[in-house]
């Protein structure tokens, strides 16, 4: 289970600091979540925060 930034990312870095379990970095391109440790903020908030906090919404940051 984990969150997907898809190509609509602006780089807003937004998303970076709220991340409970430091999943996302600023990538090449695009920012980037770690599959291996994201948990969908699953046991620390009610929904996804990266989500939550991105100014593009559900196109830019999808179920992996
Ligand atoms: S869903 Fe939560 S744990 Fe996963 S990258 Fe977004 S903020 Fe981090
Ligand atoms: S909040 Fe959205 S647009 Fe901003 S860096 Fe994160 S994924 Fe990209």
Known sequence: MA???TEECINCGACLPE?????IT????IYLIDAATC???VGH????QCLAV???GDTC???A
Not at 19 to 23: D, H, N, Q, Y
Not at 26 to 29: F, L, Q, R, T
Not at 45 to 48: G, I, M, R
């Open 3 to 5: 969150m997907k930034i």
């Open 54 to 56: 991105c100014p593009i």
């Open 61 to 63: 940051i999808v179920k």
């Open 19 to 23: 991340c409970p379990t430091t999943s």
């Open 26 to 29: 600023e990538g090449p391109s």
């Open 45 to 48: 908030f009610d929904a996804p």
């Open 39 to 41: 948990v969908e903020c």
